[in-house]
């Protein structure tokens, strides 16, 4: 059996006064391949904002590797994509 890597128990989160994750129960093992599908505003990004401690929730168990991790990150960052080319890529007009 392998174990888990990743556990959310009962996870709720909100933005604000809006009830966005409800109950969300996950366990992930370690090796597994795992993608969130959804309809837009399903809580796909509130989910993983959650999990990477981006997003603080209102209640719940996020635990990774048998650790708690559900503490914001308050040195936590993002880097917005670049718009990097290649030197020698040509460019031609629309």
């Not at 996870?11 to 090796?31: K, P, Q, T």
């Not at 309809?39 to 509130?46: C, E, L, P, Q």
């Amino acid at each position: 059996m392998k174990t888990d890597l990743l556990s959310l128990r009962d996870v709720n989160s909100c933005y604000g006064e809006s009830h966005v994750l409800h109950d969300i129960n996950l366990r992930v093992a370690e090796g597994e391949v795992v993608a969130l599908l959804g309809r837009n505003g399903s809580g796909k990004t509130t989910t993983l904002k959650t999990v990477m401690g981006l997003l603080e929730p209102k209640s719940g168990v996020i635990e990774y590797a048998g650790r708690g991790c559900a503490t914001p990150r308050r040195k936590a960052g993002r880097a917005p994509a670049s718009s990097w080319c290649r030197k020698t890529a040509a460019c031609s007009p629309a």
